[in-house]
């Protein structure tokens, strides 16, 4: 158990609907990524946020957005849902101040849009 | 920038057979790396990372990996696979510099174990 949980395990949903994914970081990490894996193009970086703040953003789709609340937990939304946004997304926690500390994944929420 | 490349997208061994899961790496600054592993239906865990000292690194389950700085490489390597390992394998970089935590990752090697 890495300590990071996402919600939900699994969604299914339609073509133009909108979804928000959960992730709850590790005790203490102020650090979250969100990243989509899907089978043609790998593990790719959306988005991260420190302590509240977006520090970086990497191939997030417009119709995508991020936030990070007080309570160090993040949701990722997801609007105008494409076929093709259908992938496993994951959450992961670091600790920043922690030198060379490795991020923590969660296990994922697989998104099927039908 | 960061970017990580990994030229093997799958990886066929036999059983008991060596493996080296191939990893190079580009950045301007000097960088953290590490090696995750992927079993199927899970999420990503860490196999061993590299900070400083020396540039051979152990981790889980057998698993080592040497850092070559001239070459900018990361490669992973075990003596002898098991049916177990059959998994995805993923290296990654973060730079050094603190204001910067971006996490970049290689596209994954799959690693196929042929018993």
């Known amino acids: 158990d890495s300590g990071v949980t996402q919600t939900p395990k699994h969604l299914i949903t339609a073509t133009g609907q909108r979804v928000t994914l959960r992730c709850s970081p590790r005790?203490?990490?102020?650090?979250v990524y969100w990243y989509q894996q899907s089978l043609d193009q790998g593990l790719q970086f959306l988005i991260q946020y420190y302590n509240g703040e977006e520090r970086a953003k990497g191939n997030i789709l417009e119709r995508f957005s991020a936030q990070q609340f007080p309570d160090l937990h993040s949701e990722l939304n997801l609007s105008s849902l494409e076929l093709g946004d259908s992938a496993l997304y994951f959450c992961a926690s670091r600790n920043k101040t922690e030198i060379g500390s490795e991020a923590f994944f969660g296990q994922g929420t697989r998104l099927t849009v039908v | 920038a960061q970017s990580v490349t990994q030229l093997d997208s799958q990886v066929p061994v036999f059983e008991e057979a060596p493996v080296e899961l191939r990893c190079n790496y580009s950045?301007?600054?000097?960088?953290?790396l590490f090696w995750y592993v992927q079993y199927p239906n899970q999420g990503l865990q860490l196999l061993l990372k590299?900070?400083?000292?020396?540039?051979l690194v152990k981790g889980i389950n057998g698993f080592e990996a040497e850092f070559n700085k001239s070459q900018t490489s990361f490669h992973l390597r075990k003596p002898s696979v098991h049916i177990s390992d059959t998994a995805e394998y993923f290296c990654?970089?973060?730079?050094?510099?603190?204001?910067?935590?971006?996490?970049?990752f290689g596209t994954g090697t799959r690693l196929t174990i042929i018993p």
């Open positions: 005790s203490g990490d102020l650090s």
């Open positions: 950045s301007s600054v000097s960088v953290y």
């Open positions: 990654a970089v973060i730079p050094v510099w603190f204001g910067n935590e971006k996490l970049t």
């Open positions: 590299y900070l400083s000292g020396s540039t």
